[in-house]
């Protein structure tokens, strides 16, 4: 059964760090592109970060751009998060995900329709 995990979520100061993790299981991770994902209260999903399948070339949102960085331990079958920086606008549920098919079919790494696994997120909170 698949399965991805997140952690490593909490709260920090304008200006903090924190590093989230995503544990997977159940898949091939070494060959998939992969996402984190985020949704802040009352808003609508919104693409962060994503990593090709053997995580030579790397994307973010222009919000993120220079603050966040993704990387990827094949070995270790886990995702991660660096989150510098941050911004009382990153606060959202963080979540990783599994493009079904890669990010040549998809398009676009925004295109959710073409994830076929989510983690059930971890809560990162920025406050003053």
């Known amino acids: 059964q698949v399965q991805l995990v997140e952690s490593g979520g909490g709260l920090a100061q304008p200006g903090g760090s924190l590093r989230l993790s995503c544990v997977t299981s159940g898949f091939i991770f070494g060959t998939a592109d992969m996402s984190w994902v985020r949704q802040a209260p009352g808003k609508g999903l919104e693409w962060v970060s994503g990593i090709v399948s053997d995580g030579t070339e790397t994307y973010y949102a222009d919000s993120v751009k220079d603050r966040l960085t993704i990387s990827r331990d094949n070995a270790k079958n886990t995702m991660y998060l660096h989150m510098n920086f941050l911004e009382p606008e990153d606060t959202a549920l963080y979540f990783c995900?599994?493009?079904?098919?890669?990010?040549?079919?998809?398009?676009?790494?925004?295109?959710?329709?073409?994830?076929?696994?989510w983690g059930r997120g971890t809560q990162v909170t920025v406050y003053s």
């Open positions: 995900a599994k493009l079904r098919r890669g990010i040549l079919f998809a398009g676009n790494w925004g295109n959710f329709a073409e994830y076929d696994f």
